[in-house]
């Protein structure tokens, strides 16, 4: 792509790149796919004005010039959470090129946002979570595997934990205490605190687990010893659902919707519950309540006698 960004282009997107992942302290998956989504807008300006592009090609952008771009993604087959991202990347982007004094465009800022649907997690009952986290260890072909997916989901039930977050500790941070101190997206720490069934799950584990670790090796490892990866819990996952006959959205990350649903439904406090996800936005966290107010209207609709 370099080749198509005269040499201001380049150093400006390069610098821009620094910026999120420096200044901004994005995670390495959110600055690639900020990456990509500016990339694939480049290089179709590189298309539609043919030529090497430049900051002041951008400056020169119409709105026309905009919506063409939107309407290249809608003719792709592009999701309208996608578009709405990508969109959203480009405002930032231009933002901050603007507060950098590498150049100005506020057509974009007449560009409506796509509408996109509005997702409400999607959550697993109590006696789904828990069966869940009972059978995963079933699936395992040897005991101390069994073993490690059983602490993992006890983690990310009881806990709310990413699972990002999960893979990321390391030996180090076990035997765990009453507390644990959790790295989440931008870097950003919080304090969650641990139930014993969730030190005892983990506890098992290491136990069980024929590889020796040192202390800042990976707390969970594959079946060779090396960092274990999330597809492989998520694979578990998919497995697990026609056996429990759980529905598509019971993934890994459905146990941390569960964590905060549940909290929310035994009589939790919203910013209590935001601490313990480490949701930057109270916002974020309210969308549990819609969750919760769901379940109650079909637990009505189920059990009162003028219902039916």
Same mark, same amino acid.
């Given at each position: 792509?370099?080749?198509?960004?005269?040499?201001?282009?380049?150093?400006?997107?390069?610098?821009?790149?620094?910026?999120?992942?420096?200044?901004?302290?994005?995670?390495?998956?959110?600055?690639?796919?900020?990456?990509?989504?500016?990339?694939?807008?480049?290089?179709?300006?590189?298309?539609?004005?043919?030529?090497?592009?430049?900051?002041?090609?951008?400056?020169?952008?119409?709105?026309?010039?905009?919506?063409?771009?939107? /309407?290249? *993604?809608?003719?792709?087959?592009?999701?309208?959470?996608?578009? %709405?991202? =990508? @969109? +959203?990347?480009? &405002? !930032?982007?231009?933002?901050?090129?603007?507060?950098?004094?590498?150049?100005?465009?506020?057509?974009?800022?007449?560009?409506?946002?796509?509408?996109?649907?509005?997702?409400?997690?999607?959550?697993?009952?109590?006696?789904?979570?828990?069966?869940?986290?009972?059978?995963?260890?079933?699936?395992?072909?040897?005991?101390?595997?069994?073993?490690?997916?059983? /602490?993992? *989901?006890?983690?990310?039930?009881?806990?709310?934990?990413?699972? %990002?977050? =999960? @893979? +990321?500790?390391? &030996? !180090?941070?076990?035997?765990?205490?009453?507390?644990?101190?959790?790295?989440?997206?931008?870097?950003?720490?919080?304090?969650?605190?641990?139930?014993?069934?969730?030190?005892?799950?983990?506890?098992?584990?290491?136990?069980?687990?024929?590889?020796?670790?040192?202390?800042?090796?990976?707390?969970?490892?594959?079946?060779?010893?090396?960092?274990?990866?999330?597809?492989?819990?998520?694979?578990?996952?998919?497995?697990?659902?026609?056996?429990?006959?759980?529905?598509?959205?019971?993934?890994?990350?459905?146990?941390?919707?569960?964590?905060?649903?549940?909290?929310?439904?035994?009589?939790?406090?919203?910013?209590?519950?935001?601490?313990?996800?480490?949701?930057?936005?109270?916002?974020?966290?309210?969308?549990?309540?819609?969750?919760?107010?769901?379940?109650?209207?079909?637990?009505?609709?189920?059990?009162?006698?003028?219902?039916?």
């Amino acid at each position: 792509m370099d080749a198509l960004l005269d040499r201001g282009m380049a150093k400006a997107v390069a610098d821009w790149q620094r910026w999120l992942a420096d200044e901004r302290r994005c995670s390495s998956h959110t600055c690639d796919a900020y990456a990509r989504d500016l990339d694939g807008f480049l290089r179709f300006l590189v298309e539609h004005l043919g030529g090497t592009l430049g900051l002041r090609d951008l400056e020169a952008l119409k709105l026309a010039d905009f919506r063409a771009w939107l /309407a290249r *993604l809608a003719g792709s087959g592009h999701k309208r959470t996608s578009t %709405a991202r =990508a @969109l +959203s990347v480009l &405002r !930032g982007f231009f933002g901050w090129l603007e507060r950098n004094g590498l150049g100005a465009n506020h057509a974009i800022r007449a560009l409506r946002t796509p509408k996109v649907p509005h997702a409400v997690p999607k959550a697993l009952s109590i006696d789904e979570a828990q069966e869940a986290v009972d059978t995963v260890g079933t699936l395992a072909a040897d005991d101390w595997i069994g073993l490690r997916d059983i /602490a993992i *989901l006890t983690l990310l039930y009881g806990c709310g934990l990413r699972i %990002a977050e =999960a @893979l +990321s500790l390391t &030996r !180090g941070d076990a035997p765990f205490g009453a507390t644990l101190t959790v790295t989440g997206k931008g870097n950003k720490q919080r304090m969650v605190p641990i139930l014993p069934i969730v030190g005892d799950a983990v506890d098992a584990y290491l136990n069980a687990c024929p590889w020796r670790m040192a202390s800042d090796d990976p707390l969970f490892v594959g079946s060779r010893g090396g960092p274990l990866r999330a597809r492989i819990v998520q694979r578990q996952m998919q497995t697990m659902r026609p056996l429990l006959g759980l529905p598509e959205t019971a993934t890994p990350h459905a146990l941390r919707h569960s964590f905060a649903t549940h909290l929310l439904a035994m009589g939790g406090d919203l910013r209590s519950i935001q601490e313990l996800l480490g949701h930057v936005s109270l916002s974020t966290t309210q969308r549990y309540t819609e969750v919760d107010a769901g379940r109650l209207v079909e637990e009505y609709r189920a059990t009162h006698p003028r219902a039916r």
